[in-house]
């Protein structure tokens, strides 16, 4: 755990999730030692914010590779010539990410981490993003629900996030290449050895061994317990701010309410197939 580090000031969000990292300069050259605290700051916040981090694309993916090796995504565009790097462009209302998700829960192996950072933003506030803690909303179920939790394993299914906001056509082949696969409804995270709560309302469709209206009854009361404002954090982003998020241990929400163009940029860490928890 580390709750200082003598390379930056670590500022707690909310008593459960949520970090402001002072005195950094993310555009300039760092020791190890540095990256090293803040993974460890990540593993313990499970989101980090900084702000006034004006940078190139190549210094973008530098950072990005400070985490691990960076991952290319199905349907986001990337600048020309840098595949690493998403290009998240909306324009408010019903955007797809404005809904809990952990992001690429449909592969076999879901990213260890996300890097989001706002190159154009509403100027009048609006498009905050929202993070939950996934641990708490474990810990905070009654032990017979967890129980049957830890027994069972979620079903992940591509289409049913892209349907109805990608081209049909991007839709099939996205996801003829990722067929629906299972991962356990609690993991295991493999930094903390915490349980944590698998199962999201962009990507999750139903429960191995369930039928569907226990499947569709259990899951509708997990994508309204993640909702305790107990569980979450709220970040209102500048231009250049960043936000790091743990991806296995969060949800994450980006708010629709605004009516102007916002662009973020996103890098993906690669990450691990999930384990079960077994307590
Ligand atoms: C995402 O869902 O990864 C994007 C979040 C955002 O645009 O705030």
Not at 63 to 81: K, R
Not at 141 to 165: F, N, T
Request: with cysteine; hydrophobic share 35%; proline share 7%.
């Amino acid at each position: 755990m580390l709750t200082q580090s003598h390379h930056f000031r670590i500022e707690k969000a909310t008593p459960t999730i949520g970090a402001y990292i002072h005195d950094i300069d993310l555009t300039a050259d760092h020791p190890a030692s540095l990256y090293q605290d803040l993974k460890k700051a990540l593993s313990e916040h499970k989101v980090l914010f900084f702000r006034n981090q004006n940078m190139s694309d190549e210094k973008f993916l530098e950072l990005g590779h400070n985490f691990g090796n960076l991952e290319i995504h199905e349907f986001f565009p990337c600048p020309e010539g840098k595949p690493e790097i998403q290009i998240i462009s909306t324009n408010g209302g019903r955007t797809g990410t404005d809904r809990w998700h952990t992001d690429v829960t449909f592969r076999p192996n879901p990213s260890a981490a996300s890097i989001l950072r706002a190159c154009d933003i509403p100027p009048d506030g609006g498009g905050d993003t929202m993070w939950l803690c996934t641990n708490s909303a474990f810990e905070a179920l009654s032990p017979p629900i967890q129980e049957l939790l830890l027994k069972v394993r979620g079903i992940h299914d591509m289409r049913l996030g892209m349907s109805g906001y990608l081209d049909p056509d991007v839709v099939e082949k996205n996801a003829r290449e990722n067929p629906p696969r299972t991962h356990p409804a609690i993991i295991r995270h493999p930094l903390t050895d915490k349980p944590h709560l698998f199962i999201n309302s962009i990507w999750s469709g139903g429960f191995e061994g369930l039928t569907r209206e226990e499947g569709e009854m259990l899951q509708r009361f997990l994508f309204e317990h993640v909702k305790r404002p107990e569980f979450q954090v709220r970040f209102r982003w500048d231009i250049d701010s960043i936000a790091i998020w743990d991806n296995i241990a969060t949800q994450h929400y980006a708010l629709g309410d605004y009516q102007y163009k916002r662009i973020m940029n996103r890098m993906i860490v690669d990450g691990v197939v999930p384990e079960a928890y077994a307590n």
